[in-house]
């Protein structure tokens, strides 16, 4: 109902604008120009990003079957812009949460000449997921007419004030990893096999999450690079044993794994999508002068792994390379079908007082192991967790512990104790977002000492990595799946690994 109010009001802003008829008037089958000479008001700016992930499933919801029919008139090789209309409308009356169809439902009424309807129904898309069609829009050769238009112009604004909030939202809001629907094994054999995830900016005082990466829910994981660049990694297909003839020792392969790198400043690939060859362990880095590293490793066992390969990506092709005489620096992303986990990267401040290292390590007991470990953007606190071993049993079942510290006293303040990876980070001076354990994220304000905000998606939250289970994983135990979770091939993710959705951008990851 929100959403529909939300466009419900864009609609009446452009027919008010444009004298409560169609301003551009009759443009000629497929032309999307029109003769209006009255500017356009501006478009009234809709919230940015979406409530809930789960909106993003959309290609699984009710609608799902209407919206094949979208799909098809797309494919036809004279596009009959009527049928486009008609198959969204009738998408949007079943979904209106779906994006897909409201941004080729804006296109269709560009092209058949209705102006207003056209910048109502873009309005709605740019604002939902505007890195996916934001950055093209001015270059998208189905509205270049459109936009000549007083009804296009005011688009155009829109996407510019829109894109001034991504850049904002980049910059200042934490950013999180999260599903559109729950995490399924993959079947026996060689075939289909995601995370679901993807990267978002979270809106804390809104509650909005803004979609940052678009990798057709493939997303495992991703590091920060040494000049702030994303270095994102996941895989869309593996090779799974089949238990009634594999022996136990069998090991699950990625068959399909890729890794590239994006700007959050300017919002275009820093390195284009790499291949990776089959493997049981992939290990992506960095190393001398920002060099993007991949180490591949062969299965040995059911859990061990034989010697590594490592690969120089070449940034401008994304072609691999062996290096066998560079190492990957931590820290760095290490992914197996099973567990996704950042290696290397929880250690002592090299510049933190030895003796406030030391009160602090205490906390952890006698084998104060780190398993995570966050200083604030001023220096004054640290968040830090124990490490603790997930299969242990009886007395030696411990469960890990957070803490936030005080880097000038030692002081620290127990936060919680849960089977968690306990990956945290820093908002602000003050508060701390960190994974509970339970697939959801919470915020701690170290000034009050207490927790203000708790983060929750069905499907799972997490900061750097989007592993199965939101534990920490004992390798002697199955992992169990999302029994509500879609068990097919994606309609954006075909066998081949091309994308059909003739949406799909060109440069955004």
């Known amino acids: ?95 209106a949460d779906h994006l897909d169809a409201r941004w080729w439902l804006g296109v269709a009424l560009a092209q058949t000449g209705d102006g207003a309807g056209a910048a109502t129904a873009l309005a709605a898309a740019l604002a939902g997921d505007w890195l996916r069609w934001g950055p093209g829009l001015e270059a998208d050769a189905d509205l270049t007419a459109f936009l000549a238009t007083p009804p296009g112009q005011a688009v155009k604004a829109l996407s510019a004030t829109l894109r001034g909030q991504v850049a904002d939202a980049l910059a200042k809001q934490p950013l999180i990893l999260a599903r559109r629907s729950g995490w399924k094994a993959p079947k026996p054999g060689t075939g289909y096999a995601a995370t679901r995830g993807e990267l978002y900016a979270y809106d804390v005082a809104a509650k909005r999450y803004l979609r940052v990466t678009h990798t057709d829910h493939s997303l495992a994981g991703y590091l920060r690079g040494p000049s702030g660049e994303l270095l994102l990694v996941g895989f869309s297909q593996a090779e799974v044993p089949d238990p009634a003839k594999a022996p136990k020792t069998a090991a699950p392969l990625l068959t399909r794994s890729w890794v590239s790198a994006w700007s959050l400043t300017d919002f275009t690939e820093t390195s284009p999508s790499a291949k990776i060859a089959k493997a049981r362990l992939v290990t992506v880095g960095y190393g001398p002068g920002e060099q993007i590293l991949v180490a591949t490793a062969p299965a040995t066992g059911r859990w061990s792994t034989g010697p590594a390969t490592t690969f120089v990506v070449d940034r401008g092709t994304g072609k691999l390379t062996k290096a066998p005489a560079v190492t990957l620096a931590p820290p760095a992303l290490a992914m197996t079908l099973e567990d996704v986990v950042v290696d290397g990267g929880a250690a002592w401040p090299a510049d933190l007082d030895p003796a406030i290292a030391d009160k602090l390590r205490a906390a952890l007991g006698a084998t104060p192991t780190l398993a995570s470990l966050a200083v604030s953007p001023g220096k004054g606190r640290i968040a830090f967790a124990g490490a603790t071993d997930p299969c242990a049993t009886g007395d030696a079942a411990a469960k890990p512990s957070l803490y936030v510290g005080d880097a000038k006293t030692g002081a620290y303040k127990h936060v919680l104790t849960a089977d968690s990876r306990f990956r945290a980070r820093w908002i602000d001076d003050d508060r701390l977002i960190y994974e509970d354990g339970s697939g959801g994220l919470r915020i701690f304000d170290a000034a009050a000492g207490r927790e203000s905000g708790k983060l929750g998606e069905r499907a799972g939250l997490a900061l750097d990595t989007l592993p199965p289970t939101a534990a920490p994983l004992c390798r002697s135990e199955p992992i169990v799946d999302d029994p509500d979770a879609v068990d097919e091939l994606p309609p954006e993710v075909p066998d081949e690994g091309a994308a059909t959705d003739p949406a799909a951008p060109a440069t955004t990851p």
């Open 1 to 95: 109902m929100k959403n529909k109010l939300i466009i419900g009001a864009l609609a009446l802003a452009v027919a008010s604008a444009c004298g409560g008829k169609k301003s551009d008037g009759p443009a000629g089958q497929g032309s999307g120009s029109g003769t209006g000479g009255a500017a356009a008001a501006p478009l009234p700016v809709p919230p940015l990003g979406v409530d809930a992930v789960k909106r993003f499933n959309y290609v699984y919801g009710p609608a799902q079957k209407d919206y094949e029919k979208v799909t098809a008139a797309l494919k036809a090789k004279a596009r009959d812009w009527a049928a486009v209309k008609a198959a969204c409308e009738a998408t949007l009356a079943k979904d």
